[in-house]
């Protein structure tokens, strides 16, 4: 049964949900009308205002206030409500009367939120967005499970924003992990390849590697996870870090200093003369590599170890290597390779919290066992030291309790304070071999 409405009084129309203009067929609207109406430059913030308001799914009521509003706006809001919206310095509509003007007039019988649609397209309500933005950046991180061996690097990246400040959007995110997995997959490059090449090889451009680019940030990131390099920063730490993969950036800059090694004229003659020898990472990718199959090679972090060595024994000084530092990309090959032809590594370096650092650093990415280096010989030489210890604390996984000792005595101890024990270790049998140790 129909209900007629009393006399005199009229029904008014329905309030609509924002989000019921998405799920209901297209409204008639006559666009031309509301072109003219609400679609001019000096009504853009009311629509704007209106569309927010509907994809954040709250209701088209209330009053929206425009600052410091032109003559221009002024006049499109009295147009619009039939009358001068007030004065004062800013500008109030209530989205009610907008609403009522335009079901009223026919311009838009489902009211503001068809209106705003008409004006500029559908309306997602945020959560939606969200929504879809989500599994758009899931989709690209799923990128990252093409590298088992990495999952733990890969989960980091999921959670601490790195793509996400690279890329910006999970769209440019997916090309780029997409690029980052294309050379990661080709890593570590054995033997050594020059970057430019392999760039050109699997991604296509011989630049795409170039620095600052966030492919290389990525990458780096990468390789770092790969190869345990430490990380930093600078020109030499990037050629070091792509060394680390088999990727030379500069094949000369990155060296080794070594003594008492063989398998090249060039170190034969230097070994016989009982002189050290700097090794380059070029000679050691694409020259004959030194032979010290079967024997015991010593490596320490400072150079005055090395000269003093040579000075004391000269051509009779078993197979020694400086890493001065953090061991370089020349260094870790020369290691590398020596370990493969069954030498046994011997490692001493400064008892502080850098040489802790340095030393868990090569042991993560070569075999070694301690050369005087353990908690018991740091009580020993500890006694003659007054030096402070300063830095951050680190671990000694070979030996967990000379960290703990450390702690303890508070002294720091270089290698050059113990460098008489040192030497006594590398100092030749009467045969002229090395002492057995």
């Known amino acids: 049964m129909n209900v007629q409405p009393e006399a005199g009084r009229t029904t008014p129309p329905p309030q609509r949900r924002p989000s019921d203009a998405l799920r209901a067929e297209p409204a008639r609207v006559d666009t031309v009308r509301l072109t003219r109406l609400l679609g001019g430059p000096d009504l853009t913030w009311l629509v704007e205002r209106a569309r927010r308001r ?82 758009a950046w899931q989709a690209a991180y799923a990128r990252l499970d093409q590298l088992p061996g990495l999952a733990a690097w890969a989960a980091r990246l999921r959670a601490d924003g790195l793509v996400r400040r690279l890329a910006r959007t999970p769209e440019s995110a997916d090309d780029l992990l997409a690029a980052t997995v294309r050379v990661l997959r080709e890593l570590p490059a054995d033997p050594a390849v020059s970057l430019p090449a392999f760039a050109a090889r699997v991604l296509g451009s011989a630049h795409a590697l170039d620095d600052g680019t966030p492919l290389t940030t990525l990458t780096l990131s990468g390789i770092r996870a790969l190869t345990g390099f430490p990380d930093g920063s600078g020109t030499e730490w990037r050629r070091e870090a792509w ?24 170190l034969d003659w230097l070994t016989a003369n009982g002189e050290p020898a700097v090794l380059t990472l070029r000679q050691l990718t694409a020259g004959t590599a030194p032979m010290t199959a079967g024997a015991v090679m010593y490596v320490c972090e400072n150079p005055a170890v090395v000269a ?120 030749p049998e009467p045969s002229g071999q090395p002492r057995a140790r």
């Open 243 to 266: 060394a680390s993969a088999g990727l030379l950036r500069d094949e000369l800059s990155s060296t080794v200093l070594t003594l008492g090694l063989r398998g090249t004229p060039a």
């Open 54 to 135: 509907m994809e954040r799914g709250e209701p088209l009521t209330g009053s929206v206030s425009l600052g410091a509003p032109t003559e221009g706006q002024r006049r499109a809001a009295e147009s619009l409500l039939g009358r001068a919206p007030g004065g004062g310095r800013s500008l109030t509509i209530r989205l009610d009367t907008v609403d009522a003007v335009l079901r009223r007039s026919g311009i838009s019988p489902d009211g503001l939120a068809a209106a705003v649609t008409a004006l500029t397209g559908p309306v997602v309500p945020l959560r939606e967005t969200r929504a879809d933005e989500d599994r």
């Open 308 to 427: 003093a060595a040579a000075d004391a024994y000269g051509a009779h000084c078993p197979p020694l290597v400086c890493l001065q530092g953090q061991p370089s990309a020349a260094a870790l090959t020369l290691l590398r390779r020596t370990a493969e032809q069954g030498a046994s590594l011997r490692y001493h370096g400064d008892f502080d919290w850098g040489g802790l650092r340095i030393a868990a650093a090569l042991l993560g990415r070569v075999p070694w066992t301690p050369w005087r280096y353990t908690a018991a010989d740091y009580r020993a030489a500890a006694r003659d030291s007054a030096v402070p210890l300063a830095g951050v604390p680190a671990a000694s996984p070979w030996d967990p309790s000379l960290a703990e000792a450390l702690v303890e005595h508070g002294v720091r101890v270089e290698e050059e304070a113990v460098l008489d024990t040192l030497l006594a270790d590398l100092a």
